[in-house]
């Protein structure tokens, strides 16, 4: 009997356009997409297809989608775009970044593909260090690759399941055991077509007592719409250290579904800063396994959104061992019309004694149309827990404008100087100096509304004029 | 005369609390003003200050001459208005090094002036840092932040030295203060008294004035002042208390 109402339900399952789009996308040119693949990630593809002829896209009937609506994110006229991007070295320019004192290796990711010369494609380094495309890596890696591709990604929709049955590219960085890179990996991330739609999946895995900074950069270049759909699995084994950053300025008219699980070994320590600048829609969802005893994760965030943008960061915690910690601590502006989502989950398993969970969400409202939705949720089975949550929102804090301005400071520089306060903790968080003015400068930037979107990685369009005594020099801001 | 208030009434929410009230202070002058809690004393500093909230229904605010009963806070400011607050707010994030800078440049700004050089503006914080002793380093510190009740007093003398008011207006500035913090704090506001500037002392507490001498003594009472008199008066009303006053002026 269930059965059948199944079988009807199936049947009736009326796809929207884009969906239809994917489907039909999928089944045109499944031998192309998956030319890379080896036997176990064909099978993976086919049947994350196959769940989502079943299930679509979610919408706002979705408890994890009621205050996004999913429904405007394709591109009118949309391109599913998964084709290699060819090389040519003019190109490439748009992947210079420059920062003052700051080296980093950049990693180019065009319109959804690995972007560098052909033999280029998949290097090693002489401490083993293994940085390429992920295409390239499953066929020159297949076991390191088979061994965590897909494996961890714990909750799944119509979009994580697009990804997998249709992402064919997208980067690979492999840091073997005790090995502490030194220079900051720089992951660029960009889109130079209209309309393209692209799947991107990254694997990263840092092997025991490894340490690994990694700046990940989503950035426009025009003004062109696009959906972004990115699902990045992480692996931290024993002792492993990540420090992640992500940079995220877009025009308004680019989604960015930016899906990240990370499995933490014990005594791995895990940092995330997630900067959104910019963007018409984007939303970061994190899982954050900790699945090893004693594992420590820091997931900060700040989000300055105005006219129609939207932001939604979902951010999921699982204490899964004892004695681990994990804090969240998310800040976000939004002005004009603009809106946003918080929703961080704490799940804590029946025996993940001596757990530390924090978590708290701020936000200033700067207008009566801005609007933030936020909620915490904890599960938690263990006794001997210590757990926090704390959520805000608020308009400028109309005492300390007073007395900022009792002090001679006009209402502007004084609201600057306020929402800068505010985003500050988040900001002295990044551990890298040069990166840590840089962004200082892109966040000032972005409050006096001068940030917009320029014709490189957004880092290199930076400038910031060498603070020496004061932080803050209010001819600027 | 610096500041001349005519006839000031002063609501919060539509609720009347400064009630017809007449003041005076020429350069040079020190007045206290005293009376018991909810007379109107802080109101009356926030309505000279600008506080946005505090609505001046009749009267004149006339400073140096100009009517300023609708100049913004930070004109007034950099007019020469300080206010001492009685609760200092803490501002995370925004270090005092920064603010003070921010602030002295925005005067500048505001009287044409080119910015202060790094030199001098240093020169400046170390030499009125010695004036109310604070020995920590400012540059690191967010305004306010983690300050003791008596650091975060001395700090708003150290703020009104480096902004070098023409009008200082001191609210309950004594209150939370131990006999030291208070010494430190009086002894600043008396080495920046001159003939140029004048300040407005508010307090409950004659205690203050055995350091802060004032020329004048005021007592505020339902929105008025309804006595004025020498520095002897505030001895008279530690003496007597308020009640007598209460009497005088209900009867």
């Not at chain 1, 998956?34 to 979705?62: I, L, N, V, Y």
């Not at chain 1, 070295?89 to 972007?115: A, P, W």
């Not at chain 2, 044409?112 to 510190?141: C, D, Y």
Request: a negative charge.
């Amino acid at each position: 009997m269930k059965e059948n109402v199944a079988m009807e339900k199936e049947e009736k399952k009326i796809y929207s356009p884009s969906e239809e789009k994917f489907i039909r996308h999928f089944s045109d040119n499944f031998d192309e997409i998956s030319r890379h693949d080896f036997p176990e990630a064909k099978r993976m593809r086919q049947q994350a297809m196959e769940t989502f002829r079943q299930s679509g896209f979610p919408d706002k009937t979705f408890e994890r989608w009621r205050n996004t609506d999913p429904k405007g994110i394709f591109p009118k006229n949309m391109e599913i775009f998964d084709a290699e991007v060819p090389y040519e070295k003019k190109l490439s320019e748009i992947f210079v970044c420059e920062v003052h004192d700051f080296e980093s290796r950049i990693i180019s990711v065009l319109n959804g593909s690995y972007y560098q010369a052909g033999e280029e494609k998949i290097t090693i380094d002489k401490n083993g260090v293994i940085v390429g495309s992920l295409a390239k890596a499953m066929q020159k890696y297949p076991q390191l690759v088979k061994k965590h591709l897909g494996r961890i990604m714990p909750q799944q929709d119509g979009f994580k399941n697009i990804n997998t049955a249709l992402a064919v590219d997208g980067v690979f960085i492999y840091v073997p055991d005790n090995i502490k890179v030194e220079n900051t990996f720089q992951i660029i991330n960009i889109l130079n077509k209209p309309n393209l739609a692209v799947n991107i999946r990254n694997l990263v895995i840092l092997g025991k007592n490894s340490h690994l900074q990694l700046l990940h950069c989503d950035d426009s270049v025009n003004r062109h719409g696009g959906l972004i759909n990115k699902v990045n699995e992480v692996f931290l084994d024993e002792n492993a250290e990540l420090e992640l950053y992500k940079l995220q300025n877009l025009n308004d008219k680019t989604t960015l579904l930016n899906q990240t699980a990370i499995d933490q070994s014990a005594n791995s320590r895990l940092k995330i800063n997630a900067f959104s600048l910019n963007g018409g829609m984007i939303r970061n969802e994190i899982f954050d396994l900790m699945n090893g005893e004693n594992a420590w994760s820091d997931i900060h965030g700040l989000y300055l959104m105005d006219q129609k943008q939207h932001i939604d960061n979902q951010v999921n915690v699982f204490h899964n061992k004892p004695g681990c910690t994990s804090n969240q601590l998310f800040k976000g502006i939004l002005d004009n019309e603009a809106s946003g989502v918080f929703n961080g989950y704490i799940y804590v398993k029946r025996y993940a004694q001596q757990t530390n969970a924090f978590q708290k969400n701020s936000n200033i409202l700067l207008t009566k149309t801005a609007r933030i939705d936020t909620m915490p949720h904890l599960e938690i089975y263990a006794d001997d827990v210590k757990c926090s949550h704390g959520a805000s929102v608020g308009q400028l804090d109309e005492e300390a404008m007073f007395y900022l301005m009792q002090r001679g400071i006009p209402f502007t520089d004084a609201r600057m100087l306020i929402m800068y306060a505010f985003t500050d903790v988040i900001i002295k968080e990044i551990s890298i100096e040069p990166l840590r003015i840089s962004i200082e400068d892109m966040v000032k930037r972005r409050l006096r509304g001068d940030l917009s979107i320029c014709d490189r990685c957004v880092l290199h369009c930076s400038h910031p004029d060498q603070p020496v005594i004061f932080d803050i020099d209010m001819n600027k801001i | 005369m610096l500041l001349n208030i005519k006839n000031l009434h002063v609501s919060i929410d539509g609720k009347e609390i400064i009630k017809g009230l007449n003041f005076s202070v020429n350069q040079g002058e020190v007045h206290a003003i005293m009376g018991p809690n909810g007379t109107g004393k802080s109101t009356l500093a926030a309505a000279i200050t600008g506080r946005e909230g505090y609505e001046i229904t009749q009267g004149e605010i006339i400073y140096k001459g100009q009517v300023i009963n609708n100049w913004s806070p930070d004109k007034r400011a950099n007019e020469g208005v300080f206010l001492s607050f009685q609760y200092p707010i803490e501002i995370p994030g925004v270090s005092m090094t920064n603010f003070m800078r921010t602030a002295i440049n925005a005067k500048r700004e505001y009287l044409g002036k080119t910015p202060i050089s790094a030199k001098e503006f240093l020169k400046k914080m170390e030499a009125n840092k010695k004036l109310v002793q604070i020995q920590s380093k400012l540059t690191n510190r967010s305004v306010n932040e983690g300050f003791s009740g008596g650091e975060k007093k001395k700090n708003e003398i150290f703020q009104m030295a480096m902004l070098e008011p023409k009008l200082a207006i001191l609210d309950e500035t004594d209150s939370g203060l131990d006999i030291d913090a208070l010494r430190i704090v009086a002894n600043g506001v008396n080495q920046l008294k001159s003939e140029e500037n004048a300040f407005v002392v508010i307090t409950h507490y004659q205690r203050l004035l055995d350091y802060i001498v004032p020329d004048f003594v005021h007592v505020m009472y339902d929105g008025r002042i309804v006595k004025s008199g020498g520095k002897k008066l505030a001895l008279e009303l530690e003496e007597k208390g308020y009640e007598w006053i209460k009497e005088q002026f209900e009867a």
